[in-house]
């Protein structure tokens, strides 16, 4: 996208999943990026920690030091400094003077988060906090990444934009709070904002537990694959280049300013849909069902309509599609390797 080249784009916690994909897509398009990570939330340090629990440790390690490779590659700028200490965040944006900032940083699982409040609140609050106000009178597009959690239970499986949050749970809470802080900040100096809604995304070189990752590695393994209910919850699962594609058309459009857009692919399928496309190439996968926590709400598809309107968003990659893409990554990476 030509209106992207020349573009300063500063990630902040953008060595993640997320962050490291669209790094290297924005560099493909000739913006010149630049990564704020401490790299420890799902990321290198967090594993290299011998006292940290990881039943996959070894082949996290391997897949985290392809990601920085892959940034290395690109010519991605990575700085390794702790968001959370305001005056190192403001030093580095003096340094770099981003046109734009995507604000990524933050524990990116429900669960985790609803286990260890303070932390979840340290580096997705804090971290907004410090990105937020280093951001005013500096850049002209602040874009963050909240959660299709900030709905809560979908009314009858189906929201829009319009569609009033009621989240459940620490992780959605501080989500949802996220949002308001930074419409306070257009409100007060005018800061120009996107605000973005992902749900159940997937791809190569995650780790950080999502659903089809912990289901398709648990197969592989041998292992039992748990369900949190029957298998008939449906989730608006959405592959990285899909999402990844909508970032870049939020980041070249006048018309995402002062929105909130879901970028998923626009379709639910259920927890059981994904389990028998993974069975194709895993006959053998055991299923453990349990019950569902009480903060798990009942979810279902997102309406990207107005992200197609106002931005030309188009996912492309169903699930059936995108689950065989990820499987073979998969299989790939794992070749010759001693994961």
């Known amino acids: 996208m030509s209106s992207l080249k020349g573009k300063r784009i500063s990630l902040i916690g953008g060595a993640g999943f997320i962050g490291h994909n669209l790094a290297v897509r924005l560099m493909e398009l000739g913006a010149e990026v630049s990564i704020m990570d401490n790299l ?163 791809g190569p070189r995650c780790v950080s537990r999502r659903v089809a990752q912990i289901f398709i590695e648990n197969a592989i393994q041998g292992r039992e694959v748990t369900i949190h209910g029957d298998g008939s919850d449906k989730l608006d699962f959405t592959y990285i280049d899909d999402f990844v594609q909508g970032i870049v058309k939020t980041l070249g459009s006048p018309k995402s300013i002062k929105q909130t857009f879901n970028l998923t692919y626009g379709k639910s399928r259920t927890l059981a849909d994904l389990l028998a496309i993974i069975q194709k190439h895993y006959p053998n996968v055991r299923v453990l069902y349990k019950a569902k926590d009480k903060v798990t709400p009942d979810r279902g598809t997102l309406s990207v309509d107005k992200a197609r309107e106002l931005i030309g968003y188009e996912p492309e990659w169903d699930l059936d599609r995108g689950i065989e893409k990820y499987i073979g990554w998969y299989k790939t990476f794992l070749q010759g390797r001693q994961c």
């Open 40 to 202: 420890q939330v799902n990321n290198l340090l967090a594993f290299i920690d011998f006292n940290g629990a990881s039943e996959n440790r070894r082949m996290y390690l391997n897949i985290l030091n392809e990601r920085l490779d892959l940034l290395r590659q690109s010519k991605v700028s990575l700085m390794v400094r702790d968001a959370r200490d305001y005056n190192l965040m403001r030093r580095y944006l003096d340094d770099f003077q981003p046109d734009a900032i995507i604000h990524l940083a933050a524990v990116a699982h429900a669960n985790k988060s609803n286990k260890d409040p303070f932390s979840t609140f340290d580096h997705s609050f804090r971290t907004l906090e410090n990105a937020l106000d280093c951001a005013r009178h500096r850049v002209e597009h602040f874009i963050y990444f909240s959660s299709s959690m900030v709905y809560g239970h979908f009314p009858n499986g189906f929201v829009t934009e319009e569609t009033p949050c009621e989240p459940l749970g620490i992780y959605a809470a501080l989500k949802f709070g996220g949002e308001k802080l930074v419409i306070a900040y257009n409100q007060v100096f005018d800061l120009p904002y996107t605000i973005i809604r992902p749900s159940a995304l997937y």
